[in-house]
Every structure is written in C-alpha cells, then in structure tokens.
C-alpha cells in the first residue's frame, strides 16, 4: 500500500493497537482515537477522546482534518455490555448505539469530504459475527447489524468519489475484550471456542490482515461487502 494518514478509532488496545502497530511498519501516518493511552509511544499519533461525547469527537475531528490528510479510516471503536433481553436497560442500548454505531458515522462524515477531494478513500468498519445473532448481546448484535447496514448505504452513496466502504465482522477472536465477558471456564465460552470449525480462537492479526486489503488502492472494485473473520463459524448462519 502507498502510504497514507489513517484514523483508527479505539486502537490503544486489542485488535486496534495491533492494527495500529501494522499499518505503521507499512509507513502509514496513524492517528489513534481512544479513552487510553496506547501501551507504546511513537506508533500513532494519539488523541484521548471519549467517542460516546458527541462534541469532544467533533472537536478532535476537526483539529485532526486539519492537521492530516486522511484517505483511510477504520472505524473500530465498540463498547459491549452483556446482558439478556429482560434485562437490557435502555441506558446499556444507547451507550452501545453511541459508541459502535453513531460515533462511526460521526467520524465518516468528517472524513468523507477530503477523500471526495482526493477522489481517494478507504473505510473500513469493524462489524461482529454476533450481527448474525448471539445470546446475551441484545444491544451489541443491534449496533453491529446497523453497521453493516450502513456499510452498504454508504459503498453506494461513495463509489463514484473512488471511496469504497467495507466491513470486516470478527469471529471470537483472542483478546482482552474477549476474555473480560467470555470467562474461560464459562460453559457457553467452552461452546464457542469448540464450536470454531479451524479448531482455534482467532488472532487479532487475523483481523488486521483483512483490514489491510480492504484499505489497499488496489482493492478499488470491492465495496459494500461484509467479510467474517470467524474461522467457519458464521457459515450455515446467514452470512
């Protein structure tokens, strides 16, 4: 890939910060939106932002743009609270939607209008298997199926700018994140993980590759599709 400023959002942590530290080997210009700082220096250029706060992202949008010339952007920032249908609070389900979904297209239509101009863009927005139906994630499953939604909205309302939109939607993958509401010994986590048809979790450098061609310019006639990273879990699921 030529390299180019990129935004990725949440990735001081996770599958993130391991896309982060790629794409700055590759010679990228990486700028780093999260509530935390990075666990190194000198890999992205860091801006601490609460993605929930509608007019602290919109003030580090604008001092961004005006510092980079963006023609990649990652929307990956999510927030997950595990809960049953019965006891999803409506508090829970905004903070979800905020966070995975509204905040994505916060940063997109900030970016959008200097990759018309460079009449280059690639966005990548980091979807879930669960889109496609999981226990316990209510508001989770509902925020990642609007983003693939709106994946496909916008791969049509951009394609003729020479901006492509896609999605990357990640099995269970072997993180942090995972670990904290997939306790190991949990009898529904035991089912997952044997439940993956290659016989593994996934990696977050499974993801980070499938990322990576989707923000090549050389993938310039794929747009508005949805790519699972699952390890053959999503497939007899509708994917």
Known sequence: MTPTDILVTGGSG????????????????VVNFDR???????VTHFVEVDMADTAQLAAALGKASAT??????????????????EETSLDDFDKQIDVNV????????????GMRAARHGRIVNISS?????KELRTAYSASKGALNAMTRTWALELAAHGITVNAVAPGPIATAAFGSVNPAQDALTQRIVSGVPVRRLGKPEDIVHAVEFFLDERASF????VLHVCGGIT?????
């Open 36 to 42: 935390v700082a990075p666990p190194e220096t000198g």
């Open 102 to 113: 509204r905040a994505a297209l916060q940063c997109t239509q900030a970016l959008v209008p």
């Open 14 to 29: 996770g599958i993130g910060w391991a896309l982060c530290k790629t794409l700055r080997e590759r010679g990228h210009t």
């Open 222 to 225: 794929v747009t508005g599709q």
């Open 129 to 133: 298997r669960a889109a496609l139906g």
């Open 68 to 85: 980079f010339a963006f023609t990649g952007l990652v929307n990956n920032v999510a927030t997950l609270r595990p809960a049953s249908l």
């Open 235 to 239: 497939v007899g699921l509708g994917a």
